[in-house]
C-alpha cells in the first residue's frame, strides 16, 4: 500500500486571497499535514510563503502582510501610464514594478527550491496555452509569470518561454498536483463574489472578476475529472459573500470568517468528504 501524499492546492482570486490565509491557519490548528504545495495567481503567493514557513508562526506572518496590503499596491492604476501603454501599444495597462517590489519585500526565500516544503507554481504558456509549471528558478519571476493577468500585466520571460496568469491555463491546479504524485488533494479556494449586486466596474477589476469566474468553474471541472486519481477534498468557499476580488477593504472579515468556517469544516468531516462543495456551483443571493 502507497503512502499518502497530500498536495495543498490553491487557486486564484486577487484580494479573495486573504480568505486562504484564515483557511491556512485553522488547517494548522487542526494539525493537518502537507507534503507538496502547488499554486496559481495570487494562490502562488500565497503558497510560496506557506511553502517557505509551514507553520502558525508563518501564517500568522502572511495574515499581517494582507492586512497591511492596498489595491495601489498591486495594482498602481495611473490613467497617464495606461493611456501611454496603449499609445505605445506594450500590451499591458500596468508594469510589474509594483508587484515585484512587494514579491522582494515579503518572501523568505529568493529559490523556489529553497522552502521548506516542495514548492510549485503553475502559469500559462503564452504562445501555446499549456500550463508550464515552474518548481526550481527565481520565486519573484515565477510569481510575476503566475499573476500576470493578460492585458493588465507585462509576461514574463523565463528560458525560452514567455509566461503568463496560470489562470489562463489552469487557476485550481488539480491537475498539476495529480501528475506531481500526490494521492489526496486539499484545495484551498478562494471562493467568488456570489453575493455581489454587480460586477465590478473598470477593466482591471472585470478582468479579475472573469477570471476568478473561470477558476471557479475549472475546479468544479477538476474536481470531477481528477476525482478518480486522488482523494480531492474542498475547503468550502464563503457564502454569501459579497465582496469582489479587486476590493482590498475587507482583510480582516476575510481573515477571521475564513478561519472560523473552516474550523468548522473540518469538525464536520470536510477532510473525510469529497465531491464539488454547493457553494462552489454557479449561483447568486437575492438582494432581499
Not at 31 to 37: R, T
Not at 52 to 66: I, Q, S
Amino acid at each position: 500500500m502507497h503512502p499518502t501524499r497530500t498536495a495543498l492546492v490553491l487557486a486564484g482570486g486577487g484580494s479573495l486571497g486573504a480568505v486562504q490565509v484564515g483557511m491556512l491557519r485553522a488547517l494548522l490548528e487542526k494539525h493537518v499535514v502537507f507534503d507538496l504545495v502547488v499554486g496559481a495567481s495570487v494562490g502562488a503567493l500565497n503558497g510560496a510563503y506557506f511553502a517557505a514557513r509551514p507553520n502558525a508562526r508563518g501564517v500568522a506572518e502572511l495574515a499581517d502582510f494582507w492586512r497591511g496590503l492596498h489595491k495601489a499596491d498591486v495594482f498602481p492604476f495611473s490613467f497617464i501610464d495606461a493611456l501611454s501603454s496603449l499609445l505605445k501599444r506594450r500590451g499591458c495597462l500596468l508594469p510589474s514594478s509594483a508587484l515585484a517590489s512587494l514579491v522582494r519585500r515579503v518572501l523568505p526565500v529568493t529559490r523556489i527550491e529553497d522552502t521548506e516544503l516542495p514548492l510549485h507554481i503553475v502559469t500559462t504558456n503564452l504562445l501555446t496555452g499549456a500550463e508550464e509549471l515552474l518548481s526550481s528558478g527565481s520565486v519573484e519571476q515565477a510569481l510575476l509569470a503566475s499573476a500576470a493577468i493578460p492585458l493588465v500585466f507585462p509576461w514574463v520571460q523565463i528560458g525560452d518561454k514567455l509566461l503568463v496568469d496560470g489562470g489562463v491555463a489552469s487557476n485550481t491546479p488539480i491537475a498539476a498536483a495529480v501528475s506531481l504524485g500526490a494521492t489526496r488533494v486539499i484545495v484551498v479556494p478562494t471562493g467568488f463574489g456570489c453575493a455581489c449586486p454587480r460586477p465590478p466596474s473598470g477593466l482591471i477589476a472585470l478582468a479579475l472578476h472573469t477570471l476568478n469566474l473561470m477558476s471557479m468553474r475549472q475546479l468544479v471541472r477538476d474536481i470531477e475529472l481528477y476525482s478518480s486519481q486522488a482523494a480531492i477534498h474542498v475547503v468550502a468557499p464563503l457564502c454569501p459573500l459579497g465582496i469582489s476580488v479587486f476590493d482590498f477593504s475587507q482583510t480582516e472579515q476575510l481573515l477571521q470568517r475564513a478561519h472560523q468556517q473552516t474550523l468548522t469544516w473540518v469538525e464536520e468531516g470536510g477532510l473525510i468528504r469529497t465531491g464539488v462543495p454547493g457553494a462552489l456551483q454557479a449561483h447568486t443571493h437575492s438582494a432581499g
